[in-house]
Every structure is written in structure tokens, then in C-alpha cells.
């Protein structure tokens, strides 16, 4: 066993020693020793239960024969980080996840991983250790929060913030905002719908890194204590097999996932960490599979925010089981976690709701749900959820109104300055630029609650999972190294056609050119983790990897 560095030999008699004072036995010595990263807290309302479902965790250990070891790993929740400074910490965090587990895997000699957490920069963190580590390791989602809910209708967070921009446009009271505030976040979870925090847990278990059934069975259901307990139970035969997360983790499982992505819709920060974990793993992947992929696999769950349906929908309609068994004919058959292949389990699945889960003959659309864009205004590519886009403006071209920064947009957005048919650019918010990356569901929800119908959001940054709407994010170069973005004057004209997948600034070469000689990059008086990134981070076609 790896732990036998450890624990074999006279020679690590103290090293036993120090074991013996935590209360592991003479035969636990011989037994398969087991990591449990555990992102609980309780500032993310995603990881306060976590504790619960890691003490199922530990029982499943302990019960197939091996001895579990517990330690912690940060979460930002990223609403409460959300339209302030703190959001710019967001991505860099998932660096810092991955660094904290490979440290303590890798100093302790563990032979087993089990990663417990939830929510969007924590789950491809814990990912993106697992296959840098490479020991057998399962992954365990903590599962959505139930919908809130008021006057009839389900809520989601999404509600909340969309609700800021009807007050700003006069539609709704402040007492009323209040009012949706107490009553639309029930308890614990990540948030209800399919933003990145979900959408990652379906990727984990479609890419067969969490058990069947995982990801869309909620936070509070007694499901996840059993799924958590086998979970446990699952680790021992895949240390025992040396079932290893590579194994598991290929470019066709990568695919695979990506093909379940499509067809729910998902968010697009899925691109940012699908290519980290494939930068980790050495695993080819670009931009052109998920554009390949959006070609040939149908949309077919209108999930929250682009449609009514909520996570606890999806786990009554059979989850992501029944997810792969509508898409079966096109899935490799990939190992999991479970022991079970990709087929197997999308066989054995069964479709309780064929209007929340369509066959592919039925589908919400006809393409998948994310498109990559490109074009002189984003040579490198740029993302839009395309499933969240009404048809009537899959095409438009409007006027540039520029912006440094989210803050100045917010306060032109809020402060109704913003025109219909506008192309509203934020800028210097990329992986190097803000630096982090951070989403911009502020102002996107922002227009959304104002009612704006004909109004195109472009960023070097990113977007929320929540975020709906004609919002095309990871602008690739950014601004901060010169990027054809950091040359947009107000009143340019850009043109954007997804159904073409292209973002154009309708500006002469010659006077972009002319532009780029004057331009001067913007410096930021930065310190500590900040300042670090923004030296190492790559951009954002690339996964705003570290190197």
C-alpha cells in the first residue's frame, strides 16, 4: 500500500507512534488509509451540511475495510462573493483547492481519496487534484437546495437578483424584494438551479467520478446520506483494484460529459473547467470539441435559468442516469466510479418524465445548449449559453457602449443609460486583467429585471451559471494583454450571429491597428494571491489554468 511509506518498518516507528495518538489500532495499521477532503463550512450554504454527509462517508470506510482520515478545504460561495471585490477570488480559489488536497494526499501517503463538496470553483478543484494526485478517488456532490417559494411559483436565487434591476425600472417595491428575499433559499444546498455549481456536480457523475445518482438528488434528501455512505463503501475496491482516477478521467469520458453538458443546457464555466481538469490530467481538448459536440447533440432539458425546471425536478425525473439513457446511442462506454460502464448504467435508468427529460427526437433545441464564438473581436473564441438566448436575437448588431470594469456598467445600468439595441462591452475583467475572472450576474440580472429585450452583453469575464440572456463571456485575447476587446470605442459597431458562431468589431484592420499603437495596458496596484495569479494565469480558451 502507498501508506506503507508511512506507517512499515521500524524505521517509522514514530511516525506509528503519532497514528497509535490518534486512536488507529494494530489492525487498522494494516488497512488501506483514506484522505477525505471536506469543503464544509458555514459561510457556503452548499457545504453546511457537508459535515453530516462525510460522518456517512467515514461509516463506509470504516465498514469496507479501510480507515478513513478527514481534513478541510476553503469554499467561496460565489452569491455572497457576488457584484464586489470579493468575486475577483473566486477562480483563483479552485488553484488553491487543488494545491491544499494534492498537500495533504501526497504528505500523508494516502492510498484513497474521497473529495466531499459542492459548488462551482470547489467540485473542479477537488477534480483537477484527483488527477494530478492520480489515487483512486470518488467524488461526492452535496446536492442542490430545494426551491423557495412563494404566491404559487418556485423560486431560486435568480429570482433575488433579477429582482435588484425591477426595482431599479420601478416594477417592484423594495418591500416586495424583501419580501422574495426571506423566502426563496429554503435551507441548505448549492443554489436550485442548473448554474455551474450543479452543472459541475452532473459533469463529475457523467464523466463517472461520483456514484449514479449523485448529482441531482438533493441536499436534504435522505438519498444523499445512502449515495454518501456507498460512497465510502466504493473507494476500498477501487484502491484494492487500483482503479485510478486517469483511468476514469479520459478524453472519451471528457466527451462524454461535455455531450451531457449540451443536452441540459449547462453553464458556461463548464469550458474553463473542463479544460483545467484536461490541462491536468494531459488530456488533448480544445475549444472545437465543444463546438463539434454542440453540432451533433440535441438540447433536451429546459433546465433553470433558461427554463422552469429545477434540480429537484430533474432527480424526479431520474436524474442524470436518465440523462445518459437518452443520449445512449451516442455515449462511449466509459468506466466509473461505481464499477458499473456508462451504459450499463444508462440501460438499467429509467425516464419518470419525458417533458422534463425529452427523448432526443423532442428536443428544447436542436443544437446544444452552449456555443463558442469567434471572430475579430474574440480571435481566440468567446462562450454564450445559447440555450438561455431567445431566437430573435441569436443575430444582432448594435452600438458599443465600453466600460473598465463591471462597476461603471452596473451604475449605467442601473441607472437606465443603457439603450435597447446597445452592445454592452466590460472589459479588464478577464483571468489577468481583474484579475480572477469574475461572473457578472449583477448586471446581467440586472438588465434582465429592467426588461431590456434587445440588449447584447460582452466580457472578458465571466458569467454565473444563473446568468440568461444574450451574455457572451471568456473573450479570448482580454483586454489586459490586448486583446481586440481593450480597442472597442463607444459607438463601434459589433455583430454577433450564433447561428454562424461569430463576434465581429466592424472595424477596419488599418484603424485597429492604429488603436493598438496608442494603447497603453491598465496596471492594478496588486498584493498576495491576486498579484501572484495574475502573473501565472493563462486565458480563458486555455481554462485560466496556473502555470
Not at 494494530?26 to 484522505?35: A, K, Q, S, T, V
Not at 461520483?210 to 455512505?229: E, F
Not at 473581436?377 to 463591471?406: C, Y
Not at 450571429?497 to 484592420?509: G, N, R
Amino acid at each position: 500500500m502507498r501508506s506503507d511509506n508511512a506507517k512499515k518498518g521500524y524505521e517509522r516507528a514514530p511516525n506509528r507512534a503519532l497514528l497509535r495518538s490518534l486512536g488507529v489500532t494494530d489492525r487498522e495499521m494494516g488497512l488501506p488509509f483514506i484522505g477525505i477532503a471536506n469543503a464544509y463550512n458555514t459561510i457556503v450554504p452548499g457545504h453546511v451540511h457537508l459535515n453530516q454527509l462525510t460522518g456517512k462517508v467515514k461509516e463506509g470506510i470504516a465498514a469496507a475495510g479501510g480507515v478513513p482520515f478527514e481534513f478541510g478545504t476553503i469554499g467561496i460561495c460565489d452569491g455572497i462573493a457576488m457584484g464586489h471585490e470579493g468575486m475577483r477570488y473566486s477562480l483563483p480559489s479552485r488553484e488553491n483547492i487543488a494545491d491544499s488536497i494534492e498537500l495533504m494526499v501526497q504528505a500523508h501517503c494516502f492510498d484513497g481519496l474521497v473529495c466531499v463538496g459542492t459548488c462551482d470553483k470547489i467540485v473542479p478543484g477537488m477534480l483537477m487534484a484527483a488527477v494530478r494526485c492520480n489515487i483512486p478517488t470518488v467524488v461526492l456532490t452535496g446536492g442542490a437546495m430545494l426551491s423557495g417559494f412563494q404566491d404559487g411559483k418556485e423560486l431560486s436565487l435568480i429570482d433575488i437578483f433579477e429582482g435588484v434591476g425591477k426595482v431599479a425600472a420601478g416594477s417592484m417595491t423594495e418591500k416586495a424584494l424583501g419580501e422574495l428575499e426571506c423566502c426563496a433559499m429554503p435551507g441548505c444546498g448549492s443554489c436550485q438551479g442548473l448554474y455551474t455549481a450543479n452543472t459541475m456536480a452532473c459533469m463529475t457523475e457523467a464523466m463517472g467520478m461520483s456514484l449514479p445518482g449523485c448529482a441531482a438528488t438533493p441536499a436534504v434528501d435522505a438519498g444523499k446520506l445512502r449515495i454518501a455512505r456507498e460512497t465510502g463503501e466504493a473507494i476500498i475496491p477501487l484502491v484494492k483494484k487500483q482503479v485510478l482516477p486517469r483511468n476514469i478521467i479520459t478524453r472519451k469520458s471528457l466527451r462524454n460529459a461535455i455531450r451531457v453538458d449540451m443536452a441540459l443546457g449547462g453553464s458556461t464555466n463548464t469550458v474553463l473547467h473542463f479544460m483545467a481538469i484536461a490541462t491536468e490530467a494531459g488530456i488533448p481538448l480544445s475549444l472545437d470539441d465543444f463546438s463539434e459536440l454542440a453540432e451533433k447533440i440535441p438540447h433536451i432539458c429546459y433546465m433553470q435559468p433558461s427554463g422552469p425546471h429545477s434540480m429537484q425536478t430533474l432527480h424526479r425525473s431520474g436524474g442524470i442516469p436518465a440523462v445518459m439513457k437518452q443520449l445512449e446511442k451516442v455515449l462511449d462506454n466509459t468506466p466509473t466510479v461505481s464499477g458499473r460502464k456508462v451504459l450499463e448504467i444508462a440501460k438499467s435508468a429509467v425516464v419518470r418524465d419525458s417533458e422534463v427529460i425529452r427523448p432526443v427526437k423532442n428536443p428544447v433545441n436542436a443544437e446544444g445548449g452552449l456555443r463558442i464564438l469567434s471572430g475579430s473581436l474574440a480571435p481566440d473564441g468567446a462562450v454564450v449559453k445559447s440555450a438561455a438566448v431567445p431566437k430573435e436575437m441569436w443575430k444582432h448588431t448594435g452600438p458599443a457602449r465600453v466600460f473598465d470594469g463591471e462597476s461603471p456598467a452596473m451604475k449605467a445600468i442601473l441607472g437606465r443609460k443603457i439603450r435597447e439595441g446597445d452592445v454592452v462591452v466590460i472589459r479588464y475583467e478577464g483571468p489577468r486583467g481583474a484579475p480572477g475572472m469574475p461572473e457578472m450576474l449583477s448586471p446581467t440580472s440586472a438588465m434582465m429585471g429592467l426588461g431590456f429585450k434587445k440588449v447584447v452583453l460582452i466580457t472578458d469575464g465571466r458569467f454565473s451559471g444563473g446568468t440568461r440572456g444574450p451574455c457572451i463571456g471568456h473573450v479570448a485575447p482580454e483586454a489586459a494583454i490586448g486583446g481586440p476587446i481593450a480597442l472597442v470605442k463607444d459607438g463601434d459597431v459589433i455583430a454577433v450571429d450564433l447561428h454562424k458562431k461569430t463576434i465581429d468589431l466592424k472595424v477596419s484592420a488599418q484603424e485597429l491597428k492604429k488603436r493598438k499603437s496608442a494603447w497603453k495596458p491598465v496596471t492594478k496596484n496588486l498584493t498576495g494571491v491576486l498579484a501572484r495569479y495574475a502573473k501565472t494565469v493563462e486565458q480563458a480558451n486555455l481554462g485560466a489554468v496556473q502555470r
